[in-house]
């Protein structure tokens, strides 16, 4: 079993940027981010390799969002700058524990066996 616990949401202006925190219990293979904004399906963001600290971000937030992580701390991060207000919704942190090579992989929900309680971010604009 895997714990996660979600930190950093609230409201922001659009423009404005926020950091989002996920802590472990333990050390998966991979963690990500996903978004859900209300009568929308759960969104990929981003995703980070716990080895080698290899990243995957969705074309919607690249330049903008940077997922980043801290092996001693078990925690990842979601640095997200220059928000908008499509950028609102609940996001969650998930870890997977299946081993690929493909980091586009790991953009499919499926693929994680632990999620977060879920932290909501809302940009005003």
């Known amino acids: 079993q895997v714990q996660l616990v979600e930190s950093g949401g609230g409201l922001v202006q659009a423009g404005g940027s926020l950091r989002l925190s996920c802590a472990a219990s333990?050390?998966?293979?991979?963690m990500g981010w996903f978004r859900q904004a209300p009568g929308k399906e759960r969104e990929f963001v981003a995703a980070i390799r716990s080895s080698g600290s290899i990243t995957y971000h969705a074309d919607s937030v690249k330049g903008r969002f940077t997922i980043s992580g801290d092996n001693a701390k078990n925690t990842v991060y979601l640095q997200m700058n220059s928000l908008k207000p499509d950028d609102t919704a609940v996001y969650y942190c998930a870890a997977s524990t299946i081993y690929t090579m493909s980091m586009s992989y790991y953009s499919q929900s499926a693929r994680y066996a632990y999620w977060g309680q879920g932290t909501q971010v809302t940009v005003s604009s």
């Open positions: 333990r050390r998966t293979h991979v």
